[in-house]
């Protein structure tokens, strides 16, 4: 279905940015494919239209399903890392969308309120046709993207850095750990930290998002290292005795250490940066979230 395939990526993208799941997204763009293999081409005049707006439909129900298993999960629940490569600088807008803060902020939206903000925000639709898409009144939809706006607006992280000054900070932080340097680390933290650890009752994490200086600080150091962490991670991920690697990567359009251990990701860790300072540490050890990642190298 080459048509299909031309458009599979585009699809991936708006499916994912409603979902926060790559596993959900890839389930949504297959179904997608179904319905496009099994329609009737005459009487579609616009296939790439249509192939969004079914996509989109799909996703919506997902996200409505998918929002009451996360109820029930184990710790927090964070996004899916996804790798955005060397190249996201030159897809800006397109990167910053699946940013994880943005990402782990559109959670607090209905399905409904995310869809129109990612459709409008991320893929610049009208507004006539999103309202086409989700089924309501054009006035409606400006309404909820105005909504989902305004919340967005609030609770996103006030970004102030570039990406090169994210990867310095990044670095600095894996050097301080590695070198066991506390003072170094804590240097580097906000009065306001906090640490979002991402387990899924599958790896070991923390229950309870970590907020704090002090409170962060005495968590890392009862770790001490990244090598220690991806030591446990690969242990809890029946990798234990395996060779820990680590290295930098683009994750979700930002800096991200990644650790591997057994030839896959056993954990992702991604820094936010306000005012030169770590404002928020995520970490994701939930396996089922990193199988499709590329291991450190």
């Not at 699946?98 to 939206?109: G, K, P, Q």
């Given at each position: 279905m080459p048509t299909f395939e031309e458009h599979r990526g585009l699809l991936m993208s708006v499916a994912y940015r409603i979902l926060g799941s790559v596993t959900d997204?890839?389930?949504?763009?297959?179904?997608?494919?179904?319905?496009?293999?099994?329609?009737?081409?005459?009487?579609?005049?616009?296939?790439?239209?249509?192939?969004v707006t079914v996509t989109s439909r799909l996703a919506i129900d997902r996200l409505r399903q998918a929002k009451t298993r996360r109820e029930s999960y184990v710790g927090p629940w964070l996004p899916e890392p996804i790798s955005t490569g060397p190249d996201a600088?030159?897809?800006?807008?397109?990167?910053?969308s699946?940013?994880?803060?943005?990402?782990?902020?559109?959670?607090?939206?209905t399905?409904?309120?995310?869809?129109?903000?990612?459709?409008?925000?991320?893929?610049d639709l009208p507004f006539a046709e999103i309202a086409e898409i989700v089924g309501r009144s054009e006035p409606a939809v400006r309404q909820l993207a105005r909504r989902a706006r305004d919340h967005v607006r609030e609770r996103r992280p006030r970004y102030d850095v570039d990406r090169d000054e994210r990867r310095r900070i990044t670095e600095r932080f894996f050097d301080a750990a590695m070198e066991g340097d506390l003072?170094?680390?804590?240097?580097?933290?906000?009065?306001?930290?906090?640490m979002v650890s991402d387990g899924g009752g599958k790896a070991k994490a923390a229950l309870r998002v970590i907020t704090g200086s002090g409170n962060v600080s005495r968590f890392l150091l009862s770790i001490k290292t990244p090598a220690n962490i991806a030591r446990f991670?690969?242990?809890?991920?029946?990798?234990?005795?395996?060779?820990?690697?680590?290295?930098?990567?683009?994750?979700?359009?930002?800096?991200?250490?990644?650790?591997?251990?057994?030839?896959r990701v056993v954990g992702v860790l991604s820094l936010?940066?306000?005012?030169?300072?770590i404002e928020t540490i995520y970490v994701m050890a939930n396996p089922d979230k990193l199988a499709h990642l590329s291991p450190a190298v």
């Open positions: 997204a890839e389930d949504v763009v297959q179904e997608a494919w179904l319905r496009w293999s099994g329609a009737d081409r005459a009487d579609i005049a616009d296939p790439k239209a249509y192939l600088a030159e897809h800006a807008e397109l990167a910053d699946v940013e994880l803060a943005l990402l782990v902020v559109l959670e607090t939206l399905p409904l309120e995310r869809a129109v903000f990612v459709l409008r925000e991320a893929f003072d170094g680390l804590i240097s580097l933290l906000s009065d306001q930290v906090a991670m690969a242990s809890v991920g029946q990798a234990a005795g395996a060779e820990v690697s680590y290295d930098i990567q683009a994750i979700n359009g930002a800096p991200a250490l990644v650790m591997s251990a057994g030839g936010v940066v306000v005012d030169g300072r």
